[in-house]
Structure formats: structure tokens, C-alpha cells
């Protein structure tokens, strides 16, 4: 299959269905906020270098996790009931992405995260589709998550950990919300051991892109997560 250029003045994407077998299906266009939801709602998401043209990627096998197959073990169970930490949802966005961008991490040569994509994320949380898991330890940021959230689906992105087991306290407890408020999926994108020791399997695109055909939407009412997500689940 060819790896498609995409037009300037055009965000639709080719059907995720033609990606080439490297998993990227597409290059060039730009990080605007209509381009990268359409993005998601149509099985792709961006993913490059610093150096690298823009890539837009939608891989075979696709990572997922179904919220219902989060595994805790009884170490972070043990966490949760000392209230090891605290979890707020949409307070700290900036910050979080800003860790996720710096955070060392020694199995890859550097981050994807640009300050380009940076600031286009930070868009798309202030119009309503990405979200921000923060972890405290008192008043210090220690852990957190961001991802979009389009209808029953949740659009992982990255996480971080500056103490133990911080991004994997608050990975559980967005779970046990997306449960309670019915969705469907977590997208993970790429396959780590860390997201399959939390639950994460691999499935066929197909069957990925028929849960985002159902999950389509492109415009979003800005929720407050903070007081609509509980934190006392354990």
C-alpha cells in the first residue's frame, strides 16, 4: 500500500483501512485541532520525531484495553486503601504534558512529544477533548496521564511517573471512571509490556476501527471531569 501525502487545505484522511504495512498511512498535513480529531475518529494518530516529516499512523495489530480487564494487584490495591495518593482529573494539563515531554525514559532516544504537538494538545484540552490525569503526593505532582475522549472511547497518549507506581495509581482510577461512565475502549496505540501487565492486548485493526466507526464524534461540550470522576474506589 502507498503511504499517502495529505493535502494542506484538506483534513480528511484516507480510510485507516489502506495504512501500508509499516503501520504509517499518511505524512505532511498539520497539527490543527480539526485535523487531529478527525484524526482519531477516523483510527489514526500522529506520531514522529523531531527530525521527521509528520507521520500519521494507524498500526495492525492495534493495543487496546477494555476498562473492565484492568488488573490491580493487591500491591496497588494495598496503595489505594492508604490513599497513597491524591487524583484529580482537567486540573494540571499543562503540567502533565510538560512531564510526559521531559520525563527520561531509557528505551527510547528522546520524545515524540514536540513543543509543536505540545501546544496543539493543550488546544484540544482547552476546547474539550483531551483530558489530564494528575497524581499528588501532598501538593506535589508525582504521576499522570493525558488522552482524548471522543463518545465511549479514550485516546491514550502518554504517562509519567516521577515516584512509584504514581501513573499506574492514576491509570486505575481512570479505568474504574470509564467503567462507571460506559466506555468502551482505551486506544493504546502501541504494544508495551507495562500497558499488558495493567491489562492491555492486541487486537486486529478491523476490529479496532469497527468500535471507532461507533464512536464517532467531532464536536465536544467541555465536561468537568473533576467533579464528574470519583477517586474512592477501593
Not at 483510527?43 to 477494555?66: A, K, M
Not at 494538545?121 to 497524581?135: A, Q, R
Request: overall charge negative; hydrophobic content about 35%.
Amino acid at each position: 500500500m502507498p503511504i499517502f501525502q495529505l493535502e494542506d487545505d484538506n483534513v480528511m484522511f484516507p480510510p485507516a483501512r489502506l495504512t501500508d504495512e509499516s503501520g504509517i498511512l499518511a505524512v505532511g498535513g498539520d497539527l490543527s485541532p480539526k485535523r487531529i480529531i478527525e484524526a482519531y475518529a477516523s483510527g489514526v494518530f500522529p506520531w514522529f520525531n523531531p527530525e521527521d516529516p509528520l507521520l500519521w499512523w494507524s498500526p495492525d495489530p492495534r493495543c487496546v484495553l477494555y476498562p473492565e480487564n484492568i488488573k490491580v494487584s493487591k500491591s496497588m490495591r494495598q496503595l489505594f486503601r492508604r490513599n497513597e495518593y491524591r487524583v484529580t482529573f482537567d486540573q494540571a494539563f499543562r503540567e502533565v504534558i510538560t512531564a510526559c515531554q521531559n520525563i527520561y525514559r531509557p528505551d527510547q532516544g528522546g520524545t515524540w512529544i514536540t513543543d509543536e504537538m505540545k501546544e496543539a494538545y493543550i488546544e484540544l484540552h482547552d476546547i474539550g477533548f483531551m483530558h489530564s490525569v494528575e497524581v499528588w503526593d501532598n501538593d506535589e505532582l508525582v504521576g499522570g496521564l493525558y488522552g482524548g475522549a471522543m463518545k465511549n472511547a479514550f485516546f491514550g497518549e502518554s504517562m509519567f511517573s516521577y515516584k512509584s507506581n504514581a501513573s499506574k495509581y492514576g491509570f486505575i482510577t481512570l479505568c474504574k471512571n470509564l467503567i462507571e461512565h460506559n466506555f468502551d475502549i482505551i486506544d493504546c496505540q502501541m504494544h508495551t509490556d507495562h500497558l499488558e501487565s495493567l491489562g492491555a492486548e492486541e487486537i486486529p485493526r478491523e476490529a479496532f476501527l469497527l468500535t471507532v466507526d461507533r464512536n464517532q464524534q467531532r464536536e465536544f461540550v467541555k465536561e468537568d471531569w473533576n467533579e464528574k470522576f470519583r477517586t474512592d474506589f477501593y
